[in-house]
């Protein structure tokens, strides 16, 4: 029978397990719960579970309302529409970014503006500025691509890895542009802004709207799941009604509109509330880990784990490594294989979307730094499951791993 990993002794590869990147961590009222969901036979989109886990999101972020999603696609899809983006328009958002974010735009048949990132992996805040700025004309209230006479809609910030993105500048630019700030913060989930005008916001809480995931990989999870949250009542009304099919009368199934069957089931709230009573000891390991590995890289000639900004409280989601390949002796890839072969499991950096074939050929604006990171960094195990010995023995593999110069 094999050892469950907690247990195992790193002594032999036939024995030991994967170290997974991401996994759910499950040790809550989670069971509770959901056993309440089935007593009661509340298990479809409707019950008092939804309700209560938009209630929680919204008290621990900030959020005045919030709409539960399917997930977290669907979130950034309802986000696009209820702001007015049209096949017409234009939506500017990093390259750097799962490709969910992207989609989105085009699921409205509008326009992605693909800029550069920062150190951070977010999108540049004095790129973007200077992009609005010099490349957008304001007339008639409206901003207007130069170049393609296109109307520039939304910004969509996407919140890499769980590092806030400095919108403090940008916010105010939209503003007086009649630009709509969508944030993608599906990865950022208990961060918070530190510093500045922004000081004690939540990630997704900046924008006139803000979107959360709940999948798998997430800091917490509904197994899917997303979130809608913003301020404005007006579009929080019209999120719940194209999220629940647009029903203008739903006893007659009359409507109005074309909707969506987005809504999150009792199930799965009942899932995210359970996961969300213990975000707060997520955290805290996960900022542990992240320190443990921050200390224990440095030693390592060729590494380093990238560096979170100082300008938020950071949820530390994801840990990118970044790789000197001179100085390492090995390339991004032919770490990952080494950490493949020796049970660890790591994840690159998404490809570039202005590099994805569905997006060829669509605008971008002075992509550099996004280049340069997307050759040299790799993710690595980040569970909130991860033992002291799971991390003792990824920075080992990492020593190990490097080729030095002979």
């Known amino acids: ?4 990993r907690s247990l195992m002794k790193y002594t032999s590869n036939k024995e030991r397990q994967m170290i997974p990147l991401s996994v759910p961590n499950i040790k809550g009222n989670e069971w509770t719960y959901i056993k309440e969901c089935l007593d009661t036979e509340w298990v479809s989109s409707a019950g008092p579970f939804v309700d209560r886990f938009e209630a929680d999101i919204c008290h621990r972020i900030g959020s005045r309302y919030a709409v539960a999603c399917v997930n977290g696609s669907a979130a950034l899809h309802i986000a696009l529409e209820t702001a007015g983006v049209t096949e017409r328009d234009e939506v500017i958002l990093p390259t750097v970014t799962f490709i969910a974010s992207v989609n989105a735009v085009r699921y409205m048949r509008a326009e992605p503006v693909f800029m550069d990132c920062d150190s951070y992996f977010n999108i540049h805040p004095e790129k973007t500025a200077e992009f609005i700025r010099k490349e957008t004309e304001f007339r008639r209230g409206v901003s207007f691509n130069k170049s393609t006479g296109k109307r520039i809609a939304a910004l969509l910030p996407v919140h890499v890895f769980g590092n806030a993105v400095e919108l403090e500048e940008l916010v105010g630019l939209c503003a ?22 922004l000081t004690g916001k939540s990630t997704g809480t900046v924008g006139q709207i803000g979107c959360l995931s709940f999948n798998g990989n997430k800091i917490i999870t509904t197994g899917g799941g997303g979130m809608l949250v913003t301020d404005d009542e007006k579009i929080a009304e019209k999120a719940r009604y194209l999220t629940t099919q647009a029903k203008d009368d739903p006893v007659r199934s009359i409507h109005h509109h074309i909707g969506y069957n987005f809504r999150l089931t009792n199930i799965q709230a009942a899932l995210g509330v359970a996961q969300l009573e213990r975000l707060s000891d997520h955290l805290t390991v996960k900022k542990n880990n992240f320190d443990f590995y921050g200390k224990e890289i440095a030693a390592i000639p060729g590494l380093s784990l990238a560096d979170t900004p100082d300008y938020a409280d950071n949820n530390h989601w994801m840990y990118a490594l970044l790789i000197d390949e001179k100085t390492y002796g090995r390339d991004r890839e032919s770490l990952m294989r080494f950490l493949t072969d020796n049970h660890i499991q790591s994840r690159p950096l998404w490809m570039l979307n202005h590099l994805q074939k569905p997006y060829a050929g669509c605008r971008t604006y002075r992509i550099e730094k996004a280049l340069d ?23 080992e593999m990492l020593k190990k791993g490097r080729v030095a110069k002979s």
């Open 373 to 395: 990171l997307y050759d040299r960094t790799l993710n690595i195990p980040c569970s909130v499951n991860l033992t002291e010995e799971d991390r003792e023995y990824v920075v």
């Open 1 to 4: 029978m094999t050892k469950p």
């Open 176 to 197: 007086e542009r009649n630009i709509t700030v969508i944030e993608d913060a599906a990865e950022s989930l208990g961060t918070f802004y530190q510093r500045g005008s």
